[in-house]
């Protein structure tokens, strides 16, 4: 597996957002702020990286509890991780863009101790919301059945970013943005 994208769906949990119940001072001031002065950080982009997010580390948390479980072996697992990550490693990193920009918006304009309240509240949102999913599946199929399941669909290519996908007009937009204002690498 791509060491960079291990990484990424480790750190992307730590750094993601999405729509809460009740968003941070810090968070909601950057979201809202968006169309004020043509930040790019508006509560759809928010969203669509919290789900995102919140994918990750469910992908994570399965991967970490079905080793062995559900006839998949770790070899296993991570031959469909690698071939999701693969699959979707462009919008991964556009991700990865966005959530770090956002983070970093929230430090410049309302200093560290907001960024790290912001941080601390999205890192609890996103492994509350994947912890329920897992719960979710497993109480409904139980562990061997669910994680068969679960890698499965994620093989299979259901789980890509694409036609169909949740907010997948969303990330098309914003990698199609990369791609048109990103210098190309040399």
Not at 46 to 75: H, I, W, Y
Request: charged share 25%; hydrophobic share 35%; aromatic share 8%.
């Amino acid at each position: 597996m791509n060491k960079a994208f291990i990484a990424l769906a480790l750190i992307l949990p730590l750094v993601s957002t999405s729509s809460y119940a009740a968003p941070s001072k810090a968070a909601s001031k950057a979201s809202s702020s968006a169309n004020d002065t043509g930040n790019p950080f508006t509560p759809e982009r928010n969203k669509a990286a919290g789900n995102l997010s919140t994918t990750l580390v469910t992908l994570q948390k399965m991967a970490n509890g079905c080793s062995g479980k559900g006839e998949l072996s770790e070899e296993n697992i991570k031959k469909v991780q690698t071939r999701w990550q693969n699959q979707n490693k462009q919008y991964l990193a556009v991700h990865y863009d966005y959530v770090s920009g956002y983070i970093m918006a929230i430090k410049q304009f309302q200093g560290e101790e907001s960024s790290k309240t912001a941080l601390a509240e999205m890192t609890k949102f996103n492994n509350e919301q994947a912890n329920a999913i897992v719960k979710t599946m497993i109480d409904k199929d139980g562990v061997d059945a669910a994680c068969k399941k679960y890698f499965g669909i994620l093989g299979s290519g259901a789980m890509d970013i694409k036609e169909g996908y949740p907010d997948f007009k969303i990330w098309k937009g914003m990698l199609e943005y990369s791609k048109k204002n990103t210098p190309a690498k040399k």
